[in-house]
């Protein structure tokens, strides 16, 4: 098989971010030698919770990661935060070995998979709105609407008992190859933190500050200590009330603008090069 620049990603293994609390990371190729976080997440505890499923270039080695740190028999809760195709890549290989597994999503989720994947068992599911929430045994899991996010049927996750949050989209940043905030060059969360933003919710531009602020205060009042989130850093303390203003700041300001020819010029230059 021919390698692709997937195969070429610095080795992520599962890290523990609070008690019983297992990020699972995965890198996907960025710009200027970056990579692109691809993060799910594990919740241990009484009744085990697989938060997210991955993208289907990692199915692999993401499962590999999963049940490194929890037996698929153990699992009790596949919680789904929205369907889009980075956070649904191994969904089915999730369901079929861990049949104790119940899947939280919702309506919209499940009408929109049904578009492009099997049918889904709806016998094995909940549907759970935001500022709903579940009991997984030694903890009650609360359901959220993230601040920003790129999918309508986006809802967050909050473990109150570990402090820990899943953000699901939002607090996106590409990454030098840590996964922890504290580590990585502070001007880079500065700058690619809104950029990417602003990429994901281009709709921050007709926002109404003062109602989004409510939005975003409401989400930060839940009391989050540690932040994951599927494609930037895990965020605590000062890192993490810079990310809350860097998403406060968005309201009303113009869209930032994604590369456009002048990036695909230069990515075909040495193709086009060699060819000519
Ligand atoms: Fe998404
Ligand atoms: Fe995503």
Redesign the pocket.
Known sequence: MTPTAFDAMPMTPPEVIAPEIFLIPNLAPGPDGLYLP?NSMVIRGREPVIVDTG?PVHRALWLDKVFAVVEPQDVRWIFLS?D?G??TGALFDVLERCPRATLVTNFFSVERLALEKPALPLARMRWIEPGGSFDAGDRVLKLFRPPVF??PTSRGLFDPKSGAMWM??SF?CFTPGSLDADEMPQDLLSQVMPALSSA?SPWHAWLDSAAYLRHVDAVEALGARTVAS??GPVLRGERLDDAFDRLRALAGTPVIPTPGQELLDALLAPTLAEAG
């Open positions: 691809v993208a929205h889009d980075d956070h790129d999918g699901v989209d996106p994901i599927a494609h």
